[in-house]
């Protein structure tokens, strides 16, 4: 089951001798080898494995026995007979906490059990920290000498409670039976030129995290996931399935909050919350033979250490009607430092300004130098990122009006991003020419793809909404011409209907991937939609989709809300939101797909579908209720642009109540097809 603080992740679960055992994940806990196989697939790794014994067990499985995860607190709780066990990652401060209370006298043993034992190429092995002094200490010393983001980084932890003795270096025990213990573990990660140095700064975590009194610690806890869950929420009865799509969006958006208050982002492939498996890797050659063995770790992640861009924001576009603008920050800051760091390469291979970001990027960035004449692969000519950074930001600015984001944060990235548009790419007839570069995966080298024409338009068009306040006369005037250079938005006739377009027509094109790139005009560049211009023309192409289906990233899910489609984004949504790992236990880990179980992606879509048919940002309206199937009654808190909250209930296929916050942005709303709006309440 998962815990987390959003930078502190466990995976916890209870054995069937009553043990409780926990992987412990730290967001910014990168290891030191970066090209093992599979994109450097022990990037990422965990800082270790922790198990604690009573003896004799309350917990042991039984009839007694019980284990739940309590959402509405992010704490695990197991009971056996009238023995109750506590786990909780403090949502205010850096510590796991196990307690248990109200069993019969017992020992308790607490052991560290580290895998990292003998150094492989690509990882190391931990340092158990020796005298021990009634606690537990170890750390992972990263080996990388090149990186300065990994140089000295230094990953561990420290496990104490009172009463707890050393029993040796990597165990503790109890000096006496007591019918209750508090076990606390502090994770740190830091870049400290010395162990020693690193040890200090864990001693002086240790000590300012012990002098808060737990009773004020749980209180403050409880608070922040109060409020997190008051913020938003859906919550779906009646029809089919409805009770399990509540069930699957709530439990994305709890992992979400687990994962997503740390230095980086929420890792699609796995997020914090990958385990070993006893099945190992096996590669083999053509006849069958085995050529080699490689174990699955919980250190190892299919698809590795990199962030992926189209595989990352999914979690984050749904972060906006949710309201969860403070678990955007560290999508924001890597992708902003990233950005500032690769102009200089910009400059040193093109010789021209702005910058960009590769698809598939690590957490410190870092360009290729990349020619019109080179061949074409899945990400090497693939620019769209900053594209869709900067109308995220845009999108994140319309919903809360901060005018220091916009100043510091948006504006600077999507100018970046314009910049390197318009001096890279040469001129044609006068205009911007996008004469090599890919439509997504799927179509490589190609001319003024759809996706980077569509995110031109639109981040244009959104930074001409933004205050005169915020911008200058020279920004306003030079965005202007840039616009007037941009070519059309691609579209041509198919079986006699027009219809959006991967590219510039008369080209021959061949697909590399299962991506329907001219639906980027839709989402998540959204010139076309419900309530304007051309909607036949995107629904045409909508309609004529060639890979047309949900789960993992694929875009389907919310492009049928986005279009309207109520059917087809009810079965798509619910599709994604019932798409469990089988061999998980937690019901949100949502299988692989062509990622890496739990799958965030998968997660991430289902949950920006949901609201998609709940909610629409149309820019000068909000349209309420676009595809939502009347026999699904429904009660949600959402939130709009402008600080705008909308409460409202479903209930017998009619809007039965409706207000927002404040009460005159109800001006803004609009009905989707089939729905009358209640009077305003007096």
Not at 307 to 332: C, E, H, I, K, V
Request: net charge neutral; hydrophobic share 35%.
């Amino acid at each position: 089951m998962p815990l987390g603080n959003g930078d502190i992740a466990l995976n916890a679960w209870v054995e069937p001798n009553g043990d409780l055992c926990f992987f412990i994940a730290r967001n910014n806990a990168w290891g030191d080898d970066l090209t093992s196989p599979s994109y450097g697939a022990y990037g990422l790794l965990k800082v270790g494995k922790i198990r604690v014994s009573l003896l004799p067990s309350p917990f042991a499985a039984g009839p007694a026995f019980h284990q739940q995860l309590h959402y509405r607190n992010g704490m695990l709780e197991v009971t056996g007979g009238n023995a109750k066990l506590r786990v909780w990652v403090d949502a205010n401060l850096p510590v796991i906490r196990v307690e248990t209370s109200g069993h019969a006298p017992a020992q308790l043993t607490v052991k560290l059990e580290s895998w990292r034992k003998t150094p492989t190429a690509y990882l190391g092995t931990d340092t158990i920290v020796n005298p021990p002094a009634n606690s537990i200490t170890w750390y992972y010393r990263n080996r990388n000498t090149e990186i300065p983001m990994l140089i000295n980084r230094t990953i561990g932890a420290s496990v104490e409670g009172k009463g707890l003795i050393s029993k040796n270096s990597e165990t503790l025990q109890s000096q006496a039976p007591a019918v209750a213990w508090h076990v606390r573990v502090h994770p740190l990660t830091a870049q400290e030129t010395t162990p020693e140095n690193w040890l200090s700064h864990l001693r002086q975590q240790v000590a300012a995290t012990d002098a808060i009194p737990e009773d004020k610690a749980w209180i403050a806890h409880e608070t922040w996931w109060r409020q997190f869950w008051e913020r938003s929420y859906i919550f779906i009865t009646g029809g089919s399935r409805s009770r399990e799509v509540t069930a699957g969006y709530l439990g994305q958006r709890f992992t979400d909050a687990c994962t997503s208050r740390g230095e980086f982002p929420i890792k699609f492939n796995g997020s914090l919350f990958v385990v070993d498996s006893p099945y190992p890797k096996i590669k083999k050659d053509k006849s069958g033979a085995v050529l080699s063995e490689q174990p699955i770790t919980a250190d190892y992640r299919g698809w590795g250490y990199q962030y992926w861009f189209q595989n990352t924001r999914p979690m984050y576009w749904a972060m906006l009607a949710s309201g969860d603008f403070d678990l955007m920050q560290p999508l924001f800051h890597m992708y902003t430092s990233i950005l500032k760091s690769n102009a200089a390469q910009v400059k040193e291979f093109y010789g021209h300004g702005g910058s960009y970001i590769r698809e598939t990027a690590p957490p410190w960035g870092g360009l290729i130098k990349i020619t019109p004449e080179e061949g074409g692969n899945y990400t090497k000519h693939y620019f769209t990122p900053v594209l869709e950074l900067s109308a995220m930001m845009l999108e994140y600015y319309a919903y809360t009006q901060d005018d220091d984001f916009a100043r510091n944060t948006l504006i600077p990235t999507a100018d970046a991003g314009l910049t390197f548009f318009f001096e890279h790419f040469p001129r044609k007839d006068g205009h911007l020419f996008l004469n090599a570069a890919n439509a997504i995966e799927m179509y490589w080298k190609v001319q003024n793809p759809m996706p980077d024409i569509a995110g031109l338009h639109w981040v244009l068009q959104e930074l001409h909404r933004l205050p005169p306040n915020l911008t200058s006369p020279e920004m306003r005037a030079r965005w202007a011409k840039l616009e007037a250079e941009l070519p059309h938005v691609p579209v041509g006739q198919r079986n006699g209907k027009p219809q959006l377009l991967p590219c510039e027509e008369g080209q021959t094109l061949r697909g590399h991937n299962q991506e329907n790139p001219e639906l980027y005009a839709i989402y998540p560049f959204r010139l076309y939609g419900l309530g304007k211009p051309d909607f036949e023309v995107a629904m045409n192409a909508f309609a004529n989709r060639k890979f047309k289906g949900g789960g993992c990233w694929r875009q389907d899910p919310v492009q049928s809300a986005l279009m309207g489609d109520v059917r087809l984004a009810q079965t798509y949504t619910t599709t994604d939101l019932l798409r469990r790992d089988g061999k998980s236990r937690f019901p949100s880990f949502w299988t692989a797909g062509f990622d890496y179980a739990p799958d965030e992606d998968n997660g991430g879509n289902g949950k920006l579908a949901l609201q998609s048919m709940l909610l629409q940002n149309g820019g000068d309206k909000v349209i309420i209720l676009p595809a939502w199937p009347p026999e699904w009654d429904v009660t949600f808190r959402l939130f709009g642009p402008n600080h705008t909250i909308v409460d409202a209930q479903v209930a017998g296929g009619k809007l039965v109540h409706l207000e927002t916050t404040p009460p005159n942005h109800r001006a803004m709303l609009e009905p989707g097809s089939g729905w009358t709006l209640p009077p305003e309440s007096k």
